[in-house]
């Protein structure tokens, strides 16, 4: 199976933490998803990363249903399959997708090329900082981060 990805793409990071832990093999294929010629265009609609293709050559995105994909294979459960156990499991992944969707919006708000400095939004940036450092956050236990991230501006 490989994976298309870029090795600081923090949902690749999930999918490659979650193939770990149940001792899948995994070949890394390290693209730039930000060039247009990237070879996940031909794989993923959405040219995003990571993009799982499996020994047929089926092409499965995104982060959620590529876990989904390989917790089904051989090795310990990761996902509950109890409705309610695996709702609460789903509900963790969706803050923690979230907040790294928030995460890399920032990242690329401040770097992304197609951008001039001009265009940069710093009240977008801050709106999702909200999120990365939990002011948005509920006070139940199932949200609650297990500890404040607070940003770090060079
Ligand atoms: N919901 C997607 C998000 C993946 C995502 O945003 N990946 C970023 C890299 S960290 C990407 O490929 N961005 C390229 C783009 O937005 O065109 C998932 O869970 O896999």
Redesign the pocket.
């Known amino acids: 199976m490989k994976l298309f990805c870029?090795l600081?793409?923090?949902?690749?990071r999930k999918v490659r933490a979650l193939a770990a832990e149940k001792g899948l093999p995994l070949e890394l294929v390290l693209v730039d998803?930000?060039d247009p010629a990237s070879p996940v265009a031909a794989l993923n609609p959405l040219?995003?990363?990571?993009c799982l293709v499996d020994e047929r050559g089926e092409a499965w995105?995104?982060?959620?249903v590529i876990c989904e994909w390989l917790d089904a294979m051989p090795g310990p459960r990761l996902i509950p399959e109890a409705f309610e156990a695996r709702m609460r499991v789903k509900r963790i992944e969706a803050l923690a997708?979230g907040l790294m969707?928030a995460g890399?919006a920032i990242r690329l708000e401040a770097v992304w090329a197609g951008r001039t400095p001009e265009q940069r939004s710093a009240a977008w940036m801050d709106w999702q900082w909200l999120k990365v450092e939990g002011r948005h956050r509920s006070n139940s236990s199932a949200a609650s981060p297990a500890a404040p991230i607070s940003r770090a501006r060079p």
Not at 61 to 64: A, I, L, M, R, T
């Open positions: 870029s600081p793409s923090p949902f690749a998803v930000l040219r995003k990363v990571p995105f995104d982060s959620p997708d969707d890399v």
